[in-house]
Structures are given as structure tokens and as C-alpha cells.
């Protein structure tokens, strides 16, 4: 059945339709354009929002879980609480992200998610893309809350084993660039298809330079678990901020990274360059607590996820992180859109299909109130109000 949906206006994201008429047939876009261009078909399921903006929907490239539940949990169940969580706050497709644990507790969160990735229809309304791993070949001096006795030192055999666990689902990996093995394990990574992601590193600007010259094209929670930049040995941060085949996330909640800061970061990557993430856990959408991410519990007081003094992952959504760097930027919502829609799918090569509103794209779109508050989410065609 055809759905068509009605608004104020329509950001692609890089360009704004007035008075947009989106049609949507099953799981793909019909047709997209004025109203004067684009009849409204009869008999159609149709939604109205006159006052709203319509955008792409979110893509969540780094997030552990939410509503009380962890990816690494091993039932589908968990994954579809995550999923409507996520529906909430516009986002329609994600990367299931790992955190470091002993290698077979790894290997079967990896088959299970690798199983979840192949089933049609994806579960839980938002599709999963691919899988992050992030950890375990990370550096033991920027870990995090990552446990050290389940760090590994990188080699291609072990990413092909993971890779192999998830019948070939892992879409993005965090690797600190430094390490014995790592730029023969970017290497391996291009080769697979994956994404090698700067993080958790210690680099210097040599050895960042180093993993992006391997393969490297983007990184991990910028500025957090990384060597502090220095203006004369820049380090990671100064690869990553500086070279413009990079791309780099950043969690925009105001506590992992100072707003002022945020600012200087977009200004250094541009909006084609910076990437939202929330690299939530499964605490968000509850009330303060202890809860689980990966295998360990985090305390989770006014918005601060907190382990031993360290910061463990987020309570951030990424409807929320788009009206933070509105303010923070300043950026214009449909700047800001562009950080959460066009540049992660264009991160993992899947702009073809996601993240941009257009005829043959999957129909995944957000409704938006003009300070970027979430109406409703459309995924994969279907209508979920908030």
C-alpha cells in the first residue's frame, strides 16, 4: 500500500523542498517533490504535518543499547526494545555496537547479532546495518572502562575469525593505530569491507598518520580516549582533526566533550566531515540506576554514566545531539541534519539507500518540529508516532 506524508518542508538534507509531498510505496520512496509537482494518489494512506520539517531518518553509527538493554545481549527480544527506543527519537537504522569482553563471550554476541543483521524483516523497527566493534584492539593507556585483561593485539586472523562469527556483518571497527599489528589489520580491513576507526588511542601524530595512510578514513568519539592534542606533538587528534579524508564522530552531549570545544570540532571538520553518534548504553531511556554495558555495570546519575571516575558510554539520542550542535555550532537544522543522516551512510558507502530523501531510497524519514524535536519516525515505509 502507498503512504504519502504531507509537510511545512522537506531537507533531503542537502537541498529544502517547500511544501514537499513524499510518496512511499512498501519499503521505498516513490516519488518526492512539491506539491504542485506531486499529485497525491487516491486511496492512499496519508499524513499531514503542516507546521513540520521532514528529514532523512537518523543513522546511529555507534550505540550499545537503550530502554534497559544491551546489544550483547543474546536474544532478539533485547534488540527489539533497543529498536523502539530508538524510534522515539528518529533514528531508523544503526550499527549494533560491541565493547571489549573475553573472546568467546565476543565471538556469540557476534554470531547472534551477525543472524540478527541477515533477518528480514529487521526486528525492532530500525534496521541494523552492521556491527561496530569497538575493542578489543585498543590501547591499555586510553581503554576507558574497557577491561584490560580482554584487550587483544590486532592481526588480521583475528579480524577475519570476528568478521567470520558474524557472517560477515561487522561494518565498523575501533582500532588504536599505535599497536603491534594494527596497520596490517586496517589493511585487511579495507580488504573485508570494514571501516577502520581511529579511537581508544594513544597515537602520536606519526603513528595516527601512520594508521590513516593503512586505510584508517575515520574515528571514534573524538577527543575522548584519545592523547590530548599538544601544538607541538599533535597527536591523534591532530591526524584526524587536519586530514580531510577523514571523517570523525563525536558525542554532543555537552559532558564527553566541552561546547565550546564542539565548536572548534565542527569548524575543523566541517558538516560534511562530522558524524553524530550517542554511543548510548543501555541505561538511556531510564531512570538513574545501575545498568549493564557489555559485561559490566555502570552507574548512571543526571545524564552521567560513570565507572570507577570514568565515563562509560552515554544516556545521549540523537535527536537530542542534532538540537545540541544547533546551539553549540551554531548550525542550521538542516546542517545539523547532515550529521546524523547523509554523512554516516556516506561513511559506510550506503547513501545509495539511506540517509538522503530522494525516489529508490528506503522510505526512513523523521518528522521534526523546527527545533528539531521528533513527531514521528518512518521506518522502512512504516509510520511510528512518538
Given at each position: 500500500?502507498?503512504?504519502?506524508?504531507?509537510?511545512?518542508r522537506l531537507?533531503?538534507?542537502?537541498e529544502?523542498?517547500?511544501?514537499?509531498?513524499?510518496?512511499?510505496?512498501?519499503?521505498?520512496?516513490?516519488?518526492?517533490?512539491?506539491?504542485e509537482?506531486?499529485?497525491?494518489?487516491?486511496?492512499?494512506r496519508?499524513?499531514?504535518?503542516?507546521?513540520a520539517i521532514?528529514?532523512?531518518?537518523?543513522?546511529?553509527?555507534?550505540?550499545?543499547?537503550?530502554?534497559?538493554?544491551d546489544?550483547?545481549?543474546?536474544?532478539?527480544?533485547?534488540?527489539t526494545?533497543?529498536?523502539?527506543?530508538?524510534?522515539?527519537?528518529?533514528?531508523?537504522?544503526?550499527?549494533a555496537?560491541?565493547?571489549?569482553?573475553?573472546l568467546?563471550?565476543?565471538?556469540?554476541?557476534?554470531e547472534?547479532?551477525?543472524?540478527?543483521?541477515?533477518?528480514k524483516?529487521a526486528i525492532?523497527?530500525?534496521?541494523?546495518?552492521?556491527i561496530?566493534?569497538?575493542?578489543?584492539?585498543i590501547?591499555?593507556?586510553?581503554r576507558g572502562?574497557?577491561?584490560?585483561?580482554?584487550?587483544?593485539?590486532p592481526?588480521?586472523?583475528?579480524?577475519?575469525?570476528?568478521h567470520?562469527a558474524s557472517?560477515?556483518?561487522?561494518?565498523?571497527?575501533?582500532?588504536?593505530?599505535?599497536?603491534?599489528?594494527?596497520?596490517?589489520?586496517?589493511?585487511?580491513?579495507?580488504?573485508l569491507?570494514?571501516?577502520?576507526?581511529?579511537?581508544?588511542?594513544?597515537?602520536?601524530y606519526?603513528?595516527?598518520n601512520?594508521?590513516?595512510?593503512?586505510g584508517?578514513?575515520h574515528?571514534?568519539?573524538?577527543f575522548?580516549?584519545?592523547r590530548?592534542l599538544d601544538?607541538?606533538?599533535?597527536?591523534?587528534?591532530?591526524?584526524?582533526?587536519?586530514?580531510d579524508?577523514?571523517?570523525?564522530?563525536?558525542i554532543?552531549?555537552?559532558?564527553?566533550?566541552?561546547?565550546?570545544?564542539i565548536?572548534?570540532?565542527?569548524?575543523?571538520?566541517?558538516?560534511?566531515?562530522?558524524?553524530?553518534?550517542?554511543?548510548?548504553?543501555s541505561?538511556t531511556?531510564?531512570?538513574d540506576g545501575?545498568?549493564?554495558?557489555?559485561?559490566?555495570?555502570?552507574?548512571?546519575?543526571?545524564?552521567r554514566?560513570?565507572?570507577?571516575?570514568?565515563?562509560?558510554?552515554?544516556?545521549?539520542t540523537?535527536?537530542?545531539?542534532v538540537?545540541?550542535?544547533?546551539?553549540?555550532?551554531?548550525?542550521?537544522?538542516?546542517?545539523?541534519v547532515?550529521?546524523?543522516t547523509?554523512?554516516p551512510?556516506?561513511?559506510?558507502?550506503?547513501?545509495q539507500?539511506h540517509?538522503?530523501?530522494?525516489?529508490?531510497r528506503?522510505?526512513?524519514?523523521v518528522?521534526l518540529?523546527?527545533?528539531?524535536?521528533?513527531?514521528?519516525?518512518?521506518?522502512?515505509?512504516k509510520?511510528?508516532p512518538?
Amino acid at each position: 500500500m502507498k503512504t504519502t506524508i504531507t509537510a511545512l518542508r522537506l531537507i533531503t538534507p542537502e537541498e529544502i523542498i517547500e511544501h514537499p509531498v513524499l510518496v512511499a510505496e512498501d519499503e521505498h520512496i516513490l516519488a518526492l517533490g512539491t506539491r504542485e509537482e506531486t499529485p497525491i494518489p487516491e486511496g492512499v494512506r496519508h499524513y499531514d504535518f503542516p507546521d513540520a520539517i521532514l528529514a532523512p531518518g537518523f543513522i546511529d553509527i555507534h550505540i550499545h543499547g537503550g530502554n534497559g538493554h544491551d546489544v550483547m545481549e543474546l536474544n532478539n527480544s533485547a534488540l527489539t526494545a533497543i529498536g523502539h527506543g530508538m524510534l522515539k527519537h528518529g533514528v531508523t537504522s544503526y550499527l549494533a555496537t560491541t565493547v571489549t569482553a573475553s573472546l568467546p563471550d565476543t565471538l556469540r554476541s557476534l554470531e547472534h547479532l551477525g543472524k540478527a543483521v541477515r533477518m528480514k524483516p529487521a526486528i525492532g523497527g530500525p534496521q541494523l546495518l552492521g556491527i561496530h566493534l569497538e575493542g578489543p584492539f585498543i590501547s591499555h593507556a586510553k581503554r576507558g572502562v574497557h577491561p584490560p585483561d580482554n584487550l587483544l593485539e590486532p592481526s588480521p586472523e583475528l579480524l577475519r575469525k570476528m568478521h567470520q562469527a558474524s557472517d560477515g556483518t561487522v561494518r565498523m571497527m575501533t582500532i588504536a593505530p599505535e599497536l603491534k599489528g594494527s596497520l596490517e589489520t586496517i589493511r585487511e580491513a579495507r580488504e573485508l569491507g570494514i571501516e577502520s576507526s581511529l579511537g581508544h588511542s594513544n597515537a602520536t601524530y606519526a603513528e595516527a598518520n601512520a594508521g590513516i595512510e593503512a586505510g584508517a578514513r575515520h574515528a571514534t568519539h573524538t577527543f575522548n580516549a584519545m592523547r590530548p592534542l599538544d601544538h607541538r606533538e599533535p597527536g591523534i587528534l591532530g591526524a584526524v582533526l587536519s586530514d580531510d579524508r577523514v571523517t570523525a564522530d563525536l558525542i554532543a552531549d555537552g559532558l564527553h566533550v566541552a561546547p565550546s570545544v564542539i565548536k572548534l570540532f565542527l569548524a575543523a571538520k566541517g558538516t560534511d566531515r562530522a558524524i553524530l553518534i550517542t554511543d548510548a548504553i543501555s541505561a538511556t531511556g531510564m531512570p538513574d540506576g545501575r545498568y549493564k554495558l557489555g559485561g559490566f555495570e555502570v552507574e548512571v546519575k543526571r545524564d552521567r554514566c560513570d565507572l570507577e571516575g570514568k565515563l562509560a558510554g552515554s544516556v545521549l539520542t540523537l535527536d537530542r545531539a542534532v538540537r545540541n550542535v544547533m546551539q553549540y555550532g551554531p548550525l542550521s537544522l538542516q546542517d545539523s541534519v547532515k550529521l546524523a543522516t547523509i554523512n554516516p551512510a556516506r561513511r559506510l558507502g550506503l547513501d545509495q539507500t539511506h540517509g538522503v530523501l530522494a525516489p529508490g531510497r528506503i522510505a526512513d524519514a523523521v518528522v521534526l518540529t523546527p527545533q528539531g524535536n521528533v513527531i514521528a519516525t518512518m521506518a522502512a515505509g512504516k509510520m511510528f508516532p512518538v
